[in-house]
């Protein structure tokens, strides 16, 4: 995270974590497989136990895509499982870019949890800095989390056809250049893109080896270019609405107050046939 970014408690940097092991008012959570965090993980982290590390519920599509958030129910158990209470400020970190960690910060969102960070450069810039790592699962007091959805951050496919040609709308195409073309159907039954939809691959909002956030000035007008300005509702997307969990949340520490992330995507939208394309 650089100084020029404005809202610290949505990204903190590696300096800022390793300041905060001991505190008990954090949650620090491993975001990666279980094997990964099995393997090793910043000390005091928990991690998932399972494979659901998209916290995805077990709805399908016909081509077998896992479409939806995880429900209210599911969740709550997990994060009472890991600890997180109403006053925990839960700060997460994957092997990815911060992909999968900005997922678990848009799911708590989505259930009410506000108070969520994302490890800027991750575990990448973690161990680049030779910091302490860790084998020991932490023990950890269950809590009794209680979700309060709050639907203003997520995306419907209505939401997203009421979109197409509003200006005062802007659909996000994180993905790769190759599905947003459509040379790369990533499976679906249709390739393309949402007509009007505008294109950043969303790794392209992160600069260095490390892939930290670029410097707010420079992420403000690339943004710009596009014609997503925070005077607009904007909607971001991908394939499952995982890599747009990352998108959503950079533009919320810019001070997007209007954001949300259209969570089935191309699973759902490429998957269908009343749903427009173009390539």
Request: hydrophobic fraction near 40%; aromatic fraction near 8%.
């Amino acid at each position: 995270m650089t100084e020029s970014t404005p809202r610290p408690d949505l990204f903190v940097d590696t300096q800022w974590l390793a300041d905060h092991l001991d505190d008990p008012t954090i949650r620090i959570v491993d975001c990666d497989w279980p094997q990964g965090y099995a393997k090793a993980h910043i000390p005091g982290a928990v991690g998932h136990r399972t494979a659901n590390i998209f916290l995805k519920t077990g709805m399908r599509s016909p081509d077998d895509h896992e479409l939806y958030a995880m429900g209210p129910d599911a969740f709550a158990a997990l994060a009472s499982q890991w600890g997180i209470g109403p006053d925990t400020h839960v700060v997460a970190y994957d092997n990815r870019m911060g992909s999968y960690a900005a997922r678990l910060v848009w799911t708590l969102t989505l259930y009410g949890h506000d108070r969520a960070s994302v490890v800027d450069g991750g575990w990448v810039k973690w161990l680049a800095e030779e910091r302490r790592i860790t084998q020991r699962f932490p023990r950890v007091e269950p809590t009794v989390f209680v979700p309060k959805r709050n639907d203003s951050w997520l995306a419907t496919l209505d939401d997203v056809k009421a979109a197409i040609g509003a200006p005062d709308r802007a659909i996000f195409d994180v993905r790769a250049r190759a599905e947003y073309d459509g040379s790369d159907s990533r499976g679906n039954r249709r390739a393309g893109h949402v007509p009007g939809a505008v294109h950043t691959e969303w790794s392209d909002l992160l600069t260095g080896e490390t892939k930290v956030l670029r410097p707010r000035d420079e992420l403000l007008a690339h943004l710009a270019s596009l014609g997503i300005t925070p005077d607009k509702q904007v909607i971001t997307h991908c394939q499952a609405g995982i890599r747009a969990s990352h998108s959503w949340l950079v533009l919320r520490a810019l001070g997007f107050r209007n954001v949300r992330n259209y969570d089935a995507s191309m699973a759902e939208w490429a998957n269908r046939d009343d749903t427009p394309l173009e390539r």
